[in-house]
């Protein structure tokens, strides 16, 4: 059977299972559930699965599920994924009003879009004439929020990374696979399909400044004020932005979360929270060392103490062009030119960066919302572009690469040279992790 008359076929399946993905898309819309909680969202998973007698593993990363859908010959392993989590967006009109939980980031459009190309695998008929395995993967925790709840399940030995793609590649998930994709949906006025281009990657900073308290309006002078070294460790940040080179992307953005406990009272004990972001892993590394010593200089100027706890974070995405191209030929034929866009960098992060220094890998977009991403408008406007349309140019995108022998896909993994193996990547991770405790005497020594 020819590579077209396959599309035809896994499209046509898709079309028949139209309402059921869209019933599933916004189910788990109204049912947001954040990372490493995304019980319900996995179980439902998990379900349509089994429907279509796919064998899958469940609680991968604790909500992690992915199932293997088998070809007819021996061939390449590739991932289709779809993340399971939400963001907290409190006043977005579908938050979940006891977490504040809202899909206001298009993952609901992402596990619809993996069960679409599920239906289309199984039930069009065409596994038979695929070589190799399509491994159907949900995976938990993209969005990097509630660190303090992902620690404790770091210091219970649950998770050691707090993304779930990292965690997965920790645990093996990746292993077995060849190469990688997904489908990001996006509010866009013009466009509807594209391949993402490159993103930055970040790290991720706790500092605690620690002072000692005094009673604000008697005896100030006794006290060592935090809140002040850390108004001082901020206006040092911002005054070294001029330095960060505007190729690398650099983006440092730091919130206070704990200012102090009562107004009468010397603070001794002030939060903050900040991302590091570059568009190269050396370039993160360069500006987190200078944010480091800005933070350490309002920490001695009030002779407080400062701890700077840093989490690996996000790599910065790559982009197998090969990949890409494969994708967009068949986005050209739902689409046309003028559906297509051209995408150009990101400064934000995902885990995605991650699975792209370690494979052949690619983030494909959709549109199909409107509303800011991460805001309390964004919504599906267009369920057709949003749910259906991304899991046909993804199913088409897999015959291309499994068809004919996985000839394609194959062309694509013998000419990717990885920028890290798996073993290199887990030590630069772990490289990465540090908790230091840094006081004037310190200095002076």
């Given at each position: 059977m020819?590579?077209?008359?396959?599309?035809?076929r896994v499209?046509e399946?898709?079309?028949?299972r139209?309402?059921?993905?869209l019933a599933?898309?916004?189910?788990?819309?109204v049912?947001p559930e954040?990372?490493y909680?995304?019980h319900?969202?996995?179980?439902?998973v998990?379900e349509?699965?089994?429907g279509l007698g796919?064998?899958h593993e469940?609680g991968?990363?604790i909500?992690g599920?992915k199932?293997?859908?088998?070809?007819g010959?021996?061939?390449?392993?590739?991932?289709y994924?779809g993340?399971?989590?939400s963001?907290l967006?409190r006043d977005?009109p579908?938050?979940?009003?006891?977490?504040?939980?809202?899909?206001a980031?298009g993952?609901?459009?992402?596990?619809a879009?993996m069960?679409?190309v599920?239906y289309?695998?199984v039930?069009?008929?065409?596994?038979?004439?695929l070589?190799?395995r399509?491994?159907?993967m949900a995976v938990p925790?993209?969005?990097?929020v509630?660190?303090a709840y992902?620690?404790?399940l770091?210091?219970?030995?649950?998770i050691?990374?707090l993304?779930g793609?990292?965690?997965?590649v920790?645990?093996?998930?990746f292993?077995?696979?060849?190469?990688a994709?997904m489908t990001?949906?996006?509010s866009?006025e013009t466009?509807?399909?594209?391949?993402?281009g490159?993103?930055?990657?970040?790290v991720?900073?706790?500092?605690?400044?620690?002072?000692?308290?005094a009673?604000a309006?008697?005896?100030?002078?006794?006290g060592?004020n935090?809140?002040?070294?850390?108004?001082?460790?901020?206006q040092a940040?911002?005054?070294i932005?001029e330095?960060?080179?505007d190729?690398?992307?650099?983006?440092?953005?730091?919130?206070?979360?704990?200012?102090?406990?009562?107004?009468n009272?010397?603070?001794a004990?002030?939060r903050?929270?900040t991302?590091?972001?570059?568009a190269?892993v050396?370039?993160?590394?360069?500006?987190?060392?200078?944010?480091d010593?800005c933070?350490?200089?309002?920490a001695l100027?009030?002779g407080?103490?400062v701890?700077?706890?840093?989490?690996?974070g996000?790599?910065?995405r790559?982009?197998c062009?090969?990949?890409g191209?494969?994708y967009?030929?068949?986005?050209l034929e739902l689409?046309?030119?003028?559906?297509?866009?051209?995408a150009?960098?990101?400064?934000g992060?995902?885990?995605?960066?991650d699975?792209s220094?370690?494979?052949?890998?690619?983030?494909a977009q959709?549109?199909g919302?409107?509303g800011?991403?991460?805001?309390?408008d964004?919504?599906?406007c267009?369920p057709?572009?949003?749910y259906?349309?991304p899991?046909k140019?993804?199913?088409?995108t897999?015959?291309?690469?499994?068809?004919?022998?996985?000839?394609?896909g194959?062309?694509?993994?013998?000419?990717f040279?990885?920028?890290m193996?798996?073993?290199?990547y887990?030590?630069?991770?772990?490289?990465v992790d540090a908790?230091v405790?840094?006081q004037e005497s310190?200095a002076?020594?």
């Open positions: 020819d590579r077209a008359t396959l599309k035809r499209c399946a898709i079309d028949a139209r309402d059921a993905i599933l898309a916004e189910d788990i819309r049912h954040l990372g909680k995304e319900r969202t996995a179980g439902l998990s349509h699965l089994a796919i064998p469940t991968l990363a909500t599920v199932g293997m859908a088998t070809g010959a021996p061939g390449l392993t590739i991932a994924m993340e399971l989590d963001v967006v977005h579908d938050a979940d009003p006891e977490t504040g939980a809202a899909h980031c993952h609901n459009a992402q596990i879009n069960i679409a599920a289309g695998l039930e069009s008929g065409i596994l038979p004439h070589s190799g399509v491994a159907l925790s993209e969005e990097y509630e660190v992902r620690l404790q770091k210091e219970q030995g649950r050691e990374f993304g793609k990292p965690e997965l920790r645990l093996g998930a292993d077995d696979v060849d190469m994709f990001h949906q996006a866009r466009g509807k399909l594209s391949v993402a490159p993103s930055n990657g970040c991720v900073k706790l500092i605690s400044y620690q002072g000692r308290a009673h309006g008697g005896s100030p002078h006794l060592i935090a809140l002040k070294a850390a108004t001082l460790g901020l940040i911002d005054a932005r330095t960060f080179r190729e690398d992307h650099i983006r440092v953005h730091p919130i206070i979360t704990r200012g102090g406990e009562l107004v009272v010397i603070p004990d002030v903050l929270e991302y590091v972001r570059g190269s050396e370039a993160i590394e360069v500006a987190a060392a200078k944010v010593r933070l350490r200089a309002g100027a009030l407080a103490q701890r700077i706890r840093t989490l690996p996000y790599l910065p790559l982009v062009r090969s990949f191209q494969v967009r030929e068949n986005a689409v046309g030119e003028d559906g297509w866009w051209d150009s960098s990101m400064a992060s995902t885990d995605m960066g699975i220094h370690i494979m052949p890998a690619i983030e959709a549109a919302f409107c800011t991403g991460h805001g309390n964004y919504l599906p267009d057709e572009l949003a259906i349309t899991a140019a993804a199913a088409m897999l015959v291309d690469l499994l068809a004919d022998g996985a000839r394609r194959c062309d694509i993994l013998d000419g040279a990885p920028a193996s798996k073993a290199e887990l030590a630069f991770m772990r490289r908790d405790l840094w310190e002076e020594a």
